[in-house]
């Protein structure tokens, strides 16, 4: 074995693994197999690089013996910020790393590297090296940003078919906070004609692959998700990110972070993106203002019942 690579989600170590199999044609004798739940069973491994979640990665250290922990020289956690903020991911990412040699190599990446990540890096990496963007290079300057007042979720949707009626979409990502949203905000979706993927936590990991690669392959043109999407999933043409509902922490605080994440869907491989948040009450205009006063970046209210001001955002 030569590398281990957990990230925090299916889809995360499936795209890290696509890049890799890319890079890979100009080494074919280097293989790569995906940690996942349900594969290689009762098989042992002769792949150099292991790819997957931090529960599987852990159970095929110890409780299948897939992998001798003592051969890796190379342990990749991806977005550390959210294995530190998800206790179950932090133990086990510290299990798996207390049984690798002293001498292996650890690379921690995470694209908002906040105080919890520079705690969790001391602990596990002795005498780091640290490759840093400035927080002025966060902001994403390539996407423009606006609001929209409305009531309602119906409101909403109706301010969504609005701006499907007014500007040419490639493909959009739309994030809600629940389930529930997600499912009856799709259903809708559909029922006015536009091809839909629902994306949530609860489906199989199998099924998740499945939306993301017609989504990616331009079968369906708009993904209804909950933050299961928020980071990694590359598709070249979304040209718009709609926040149905403003990301929070589970104290009802602005995630930041997670806002970062989404609206970095769009705005990706040099073009330029949009990005268009729905606030709905008093307590969401509050977490906007906040998360404005957090990157320094004002967002521009939009008034989607003028059509005209809707194409102007688009030009």
């Not at 002769?46 to 852990?58: A, D, F, H, S, Y």
């Not at 809708?188 to 199989?204: D, F, K, P, T, Y």
């Not at 499945?210 to 990616?216: C, D, G, K, L, M």
């Amino acid at each position: 074995f030569v590398c281990l690579c957990v990230s925090p989600t299916y889809e995360l170590a499936l795209q890290t693994g696509k890049v890799i199999e890319q890079m890979g044609k100009h080494y074919p004798e280097v293989k790569l197999v995906y940690a996942i739940r349900g594969n290689k069973s009762g098989m042992k491994l002769q792949e150099q690089i292991v790819i997957g979640t931090p529960g599987t990665m852990l159970d095929w250290c110890t409780k299948f013996k897939f992998i001798d922990p003592k051969k890796i020289k190379v342990f990749v956690l991806d977005e550390a910020d959210v294995m530190i903020a998800t206790q179950g991911h932090q133990d086990q990412s510290i299990r798996i790393q207390r049984m690798l040699p002293k001498n292996c190599q650890m690379l921690l990446f995470s694209a908002t590297f906040e105080e919890s990540v520079w705690n969790f890096a001391q602990r596990i990496v002795p005498d780091p090296n640290i490759i840093k963007l400035k927080r002025e290079e966060e902001t994403l300057d390539t996407i423009k940003q606006y609001y929209v007042l409305c009531n309602c979720k119906e409101e909403k949707f109706q301010a969504l078919c609005n701006i499907y009626g007014a500007i040419t979409i490639a493909q959009a990502m739309i994030f809600c906070h629940t389930r529930k949203t997600a499912g009856w905000l799709a259903g809708e979706l559909s029922r006015e004609g536009h091809q839909v993927a629902l994306l949530s936590g609860e489906m199989q990991v199998e099924q998740r692959a499945a939306v993301i690669e017609r989504f990616r392959d331009g079968k369906e043109k708009v993904l209804v998700t909950t933050n299961v999407c928020a980071r990694g999933i590359d598709v070249e043409q979304v040209s718009v990110v709609i926040n149905f509902d403003l990301p929070v922490d589970k104290d009802g605080n602005p995630d930041n972070e997670t806002y970062l994440h989404r609206i970095g869907r769009t705005g990706r491989f040099g073009k330029r993106g949009l990005a268009i948040n729905m606030v709905d009450s008093k307590m969401s205009m509050n977490i906007l203002n906040r998360i404005q006063e957090h990157f320094n970046k004002k967002i521009e209210k939009l008034n989607t019942d003028d059509l005209d001001e809707i194409e102007k955002i688009a030009s």
